[in-house]
């Protein structure tokens, strides 16, 4: 049987061997043995040197049980002390376990930020590129517009650098027939000058005639004033009229 100290519990034939043991010895420093053994003396003997023998044993075992039992506890200890090394072990890697798991919840949300932003970024792209391909369009269509105009321009400008052309060949062909004209105004200007010099001439040689004439008269008149006057005088003529 075990007691509460975890020892084995001395049974009544047990603690009768111990009374017999620990009976006094008569101050020889033996155990009292009457003078005549008897067997059951003998066997009561037995018993004792058998409980000794035990109890020696016991005291071993004890000994034993106690050195287990610090050793145990020692076991205990170093077995608390690892718990204790693994606790703190594990609480330190659930820290850092907790502050990985952060910190990937924190680079998950820092990547799905990351993630709106581009694609944030690329929905504004995309708009600034559809606004741009719409200016691009209405750029283009308003060069073309500015084109066409210009080639109606282009068109309005040479149909009237045409017309321009055409009223400056029909003036440079009055200005041709005009001069023709001139010309031959000057050409018949040039012939009434000359028809008018011939003319002068004409009279300058007929003033010439009547002068000659004249002096012939006045030398008959004189060889006549000599002779006789005469009944009527001869008239005097006169110069060509329009001269």
Do not use: C, W
Not at 51 to 68: D, Q
């Amino acid at each position: 049987m075990i007691d509460a100290a975890g020892e084995p519990r001395a049974s009544a034939r047990q603690l009768m061997r111990r009374k017999l043991a620990d009976m006094p010895t008569g101050g020889i420093g033996r155990q009292y043995e009457p003078r005549q053994t008897t067997r059951t003396q003998r066997i009561a003997l037995a018993f004792r040197q058998r409980a000794a023998e035990t109890r020696a044993l016991a005291a071993r075992l004890r000994k034993g049980a106690s050195e287990r039992r610090n050793l145990l506890a020692a076991h205990a200890r170093e077995e608390s002390a690892r718990r204790e090394r693994a606790a703190e072990e594990r609480a330190r890697t659930g820290g850092e376990r907790e502050r990985a798991a952060k910190a990937r919840r924190r680079m998950s949300h820092l990547r799905g930020v990351a993630a709106d932003a581009r694609r944030r970024l690329e929905e504004l792209r995309y708009i600034q590129a559809t606004e741009r391909m719409r200016a691009a369009n209405e750029r283009d269509q308003l060069a073309d517009r500015r084109d066409r105009e210009a080639d109606m321009r282009d068109r309005d400008a040479d149909q009237r650098e045409q017309v321009a052309d055409e009223r400056d060949r029909s003036a440079d062909l009055r200005n041709h027939e005009a001069d023709v004209r001139d010309r031959m105004a000057d050409d018949r200007e040039r012939g009434a000058d000359e028809r008018d010099r011939g003319a002068d001439r004409r009279d300058v040689d007929a003033d010439e005639r009547e002068q000659a004439a004249d002096e012939r008269e006045s030398k008959a008149d004189e060889r006549d004033g000599r002779t006789g006057e005469p009944e009527h005088p001869t008239p005097r003529r006169g110069r060509a009229s329009g001269g």
